[in-house]
C-alpha cells in the first residue's frame, strides 16, 4: 500500500516536472537576478562581535557603531559600506535591521571573508614568506593607453610603468624576488598577465592603475579584489546567475580582502587621500592568479588637482613606499602554515646523498678525484684527502641538512 503510494507520487512529481524540464533544457545561463534574499544567510552582528569583547550602539537613526579596547567598527545602515579602524570596506550586501527586535544583520559571508580576517589576521594563511616572489603588473600598454589628462600630458599606461619600476626597485631592496609583467610599451592581454605571474610562481600580485571618471570631482583611492563566488561585485546589488562560477583566485578571497585592507589604509593614510574604500570586480587580471591578487587604483588622472599631485616625484615615493608597508604589514600579521615539504622529505633526501658519498676516498685510477666529490658551492666545504676523508665527508652531510632547511625555509616551504 505505502509502495502504491510512493509509486503515485513519482509519477505525479514526473508529469509536472517534466515540462519544466523539457522547457529548462538547451537554455543558456542569462543574466538573471536571483532572488538574493531568500537565498543568502545573514548573521547578527552583535552575536558575532560578542566573541571579540565588542559592545554596540545605534546611533543617529543610522549608524551601528561597535567596538573594544582595539578596534572600532561603523556599520551603515541600508549600506554596504563599513568602516573598519577608519578605513573603508564594501560588504557584499547592505546592513539590515530587525525593526521588531532592534537588532542589525550583515550576510553570512561578510562575516566570514571580511570580519574575521579584519579581527583575527594572525589566523590567515600566509602565502608571501620573507624574501618570496612578488609579482607587479604595470596595467595597460602599447595601443591600450589606459586613462588620460590631455591637459596635463599624462598617460597612464607610462605612470603605471614608472610606479612599477620603482615599486620593484624598493621590494627588491626589502629582500624580496620581483618580476614584472611588462617592463617595456608593450601590448599585453589580461590573461597573459595572470598566467605569467603564475608561471613565474608568484607568492603574491599587485595590479597597478590610475582611474577616471566622468565627473572631474571624483579622486580618492579605491582597492579591489576578484568578487567572491556567487556574489555580486560592489558596483551592483544584486547577484547575476553568470556570477555563480568559482574562479582560481577564489581560493584567497580572505588573503585577498586582508591584503587589499592592509595596502589600502597605508596608502590613504600616508598620501592623505579620499579613501573610496576596498571593493570587489570580476577582473580579468586577476582572475586566474593563483596567488593573493590585488588591483589599486592610486588616483584620478581626470581631476586635474589630483593628476598633478600623481605626476610629482614625492606622490611617487610615498604611494611606492605606502604600497611596501601594506605588503610588510599583510606578511607581518599573517602566520605561517604551509607545510608544503614534510620534514620526513628533507631525511629521505639526506640519506639517499649519504649513500651517494663513499665512505672511503676514491682513488685516483676511479676517474674522480675527492675534490670533485665535495664539490659544492653554498657548503663551501674545503677538499679534504687521505686520512680526514671521514671528518670531511661528516662536514659535508651536516652542511647540506643545514643549507636544504635553510632553503626550503626561505622558500616558505617549511614553518
Ligand atoms: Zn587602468
Redo the contacts with the bound molecule.
Sequence with gaps: MLFKQWRSCVIFACIIGLPACVLNAGKRPTNKSLSYRDTYKTEDIENVLRHYNFRCVYEDGKYFRCFNCTHHIAFILESKEMIFDGTKLFLTRPVVKNPRQNRFFVAAVDVEKILKPLLEPEKIKKYLPNGGCIVIDA??GGTAE??KNSRLKLV?KRL?LNTARALQSALSKAGYKVFLTRDSDVDLSLEQRGQLANKLKAQLFVSL???AAESMQARGIETFTYTFASHPSTDRTKALASDESTEVNNRFDIQNTYLAYCIQKSVTLRLGSIDRGVRRARFGVLRHVHCPAILI?CGFLSNDDEASKIATKTYQEKLVNSIIKGIQRYVHNTIMRTVVVPPTQILKDFQSKKSSLPKRPLLKSQGTSNKQTFRNPSAEVKPFCGASYRFARKIYLANFLFYEKTRLKSMGLIG
Design positions: 596595467g595597460h589606459g586613462a597612464e603605471t592603475h590610475y582611474n587604483e
